[in-house]
């Protein structure tokens, strides 16, 4: 095995809980089992610290009102017992981190009405940054006639009772009371580009109604007429989310 192989197995080992109790890696031999495992540790507690405090930044801005760090997760036994399962930047590890967070801050007795969607919020944007990156181009992405649209894995619509929006510069600004949030339904589109970009955006019935037929299979002309969408008026939203990375076409991009 050559020293690039090597590498690649102990990055694998460090990052992958899973990986790192299988008799392949462990038959390897390669290092010290506790030390990996300790450094292991280490390496997740700081990986998803820089993710809670960023993904996080508006419940830690309330965090003189409710009383709870979301960071604080990070040394609770629901974070403990994650650990063993964990693979660092996963969909599914982001998942379990998000609920931890979003438990430990909701259960604040603070009153602040727009608490639980502001944490729905969070955790659906640590949820999208997550998961595998493409780091090379393939292809000039250039689609066809034929071409079907197909909304990407991760993608996310949410149907929040207050207008978020509205109030988040204000809970990073200074403050002495909670800024208040109009109680006022709002959707947004929450997705990645293909390199990691996170991106939000309100949206409309319409939009979200394209983002749910976008399968890979159903024809332009299909989604058109199932959405209620003129031909421009489809080709319109569909650059706007390609663009935001919400979907993309099933060949060539």
Do not use: N
Not at 213 to 227: C, F, H, N, P, S
Request: hydrophobic share 40%; aromatic share 6%; net charge neutral.
């Amino acid at each position: 095995m050559s020293d690039r192989a090597v590498q690649d197995q102990l990055i694998r080992a460090l990052a992958d809980a899973p990986y790192r109790a299988s008799p392949e890696w462990r038959e390897r031999a390669l290092a010290d089992p506790e030390r990996v495992e300790r450094y292991a540790r280490f390496l997740a507690r700081h990986f998803y610290y820089e993710r809670i405090v960023h993904f996080f930044k508006y419940s830690r801005a309330l965090a003189r009102v409710t009383g709870r760090r979301p960071e604080a997760v990070l040394k609770g036994t629901g974070f403990e017992a994650l650990l063993p399962t964990a693979v660092l930047g996963s969909r599914e590890t982001a998942k379990a981190v998000a609920r931890l967070v979003v438990s430990h801050v909701g259960d604040s007795a603070a009153r602040i009405p727009y608490i639980t969607a502001l944490l729905e919020y969070e955790a659906a944007m640590m949820v999208v940054e997550s998961g595998p990156r493409v780091w090379r181009e393939t292809g000039k992405g250039e689609r066809g006639k034929g071409d079907a649209p197909e909304t990407v894995e991760g993608t996310e619509l949410l149907d929040l009772a207050y207008d978020l929006p509205e109030v988040l510069p204000r809970l990073l600004q200074p403050w002495t009371e909670v800024p208040q949030c109009p109680a006022q339904a709002t959707k947004l589109l929450i997705a990645r580009s293909k390199h990691g970009r996170v991106a939000v955006a309100r949206t409309t019935e319409a939009v979200a109604s394209v983002v749910h037929l976008a399968d890979g299979r159903k024809t332009l002309e299909d989604i058109a007429r199932e959405a209620g969408l003129r031909p421009a008026e489809l080709e319109a939203t569909l650059q706007g989310l390609v663009e935001l990375g919400a979907v993309r076409f099933a060949t060539g991009s």
